[in-house]
């Protein structure tokens, strides 16, 4: 029970060291309409590393902000640094609905990355979760509990966020897989090794915060509802 009650501390503590921070907020993402998912998480003001939001304290623009950087040309410009494929710009990139390239759980994935980010973990869960990184099936039964109560009741936040699902992962993989193999989208390129970036891609769903296992995890058919 001692070392229950001082990780509860030290959640307690990196919540007043940011409330009290003039560089620093975190919001409940318990309204979001962007990553409904992950509503028992938080997302720090400083956690800009994909797009920016104004005001900073407002849900509602953190959602535009994240679905305006979704279709815009900052994200196809990331996908094409890797892929280059011409027919995509040419039909219009993410932002035009032509039935050739829905990337599956694509916003559930920076869903993921921006709550597990570094500034967010260390702003918003605290130095506990930065240095010890590890998932819930990791602690045991007793921890876990008085991580949920903590969250429910006093609004102290767990040590570490709740990862997206392995399968949702594999999805939003196997989906880029099926735009890059679209000879209308991506013509070949000799220059660009395709099935390369591919494979260290697909280590990015071994990472923590994409592999999580069911029933411990976020899916991205619960954060993306009636899109698939």
Known sequence: MHLLASRL?????????????????????????????????????????????????????F?????????????????????????????????????????RYHRSMICADLVFSEDNIRDCYGDNAANHR???????????????????????????PTPLCRSTCESWLDSLHTIVNNSTLCQPDKGNNREASFDSLRKKCDLNMYSGAPDHCVAGETNELKTC
């Not at 959602?63 to 640094?81: C, P, R, T, W």
């Not at 590890?134 to 936040?157: G, I």
Request: aromatic share 8%; with cysteine; hydrophobic share 40%.
């Open 9 to 61: 501390l030290q959640a307690c503590v990196a919540l007043l060291a940011c409330a009290y921070s003039a560089h620093c907020a975190c919001i409940s993402l318990k309204d979001s309409q962007g990553c409904p998912g992950f509503a028992r998480e938080f997302i720090s003001t400083n956690a800009t590393s994909r797009f920016s939001w104004y005001p900073k304290d407002d849900i509602g623009a």
């Open 63 to 103: 959602d535009k902000a994240l679905s305006d950087y979704v279709v815009g040309q900052a994200n196809i410009d990331e996908f094409q640094s890797v892929f280059r494929c011409s027919g995509l710009d040419d039909l219009g990139g993410f932002s035009t609905d032509h039935g050739k390239s829905v990337i």
């Open 134 to 160: 590890r998932r819930d099936l990791d602690k045991s039964p007793e921890l876990q509990l008085a991580e949920v109560l903590a969250t429910s009741v006093v609004n102290v936040r767990p040590t570490m």
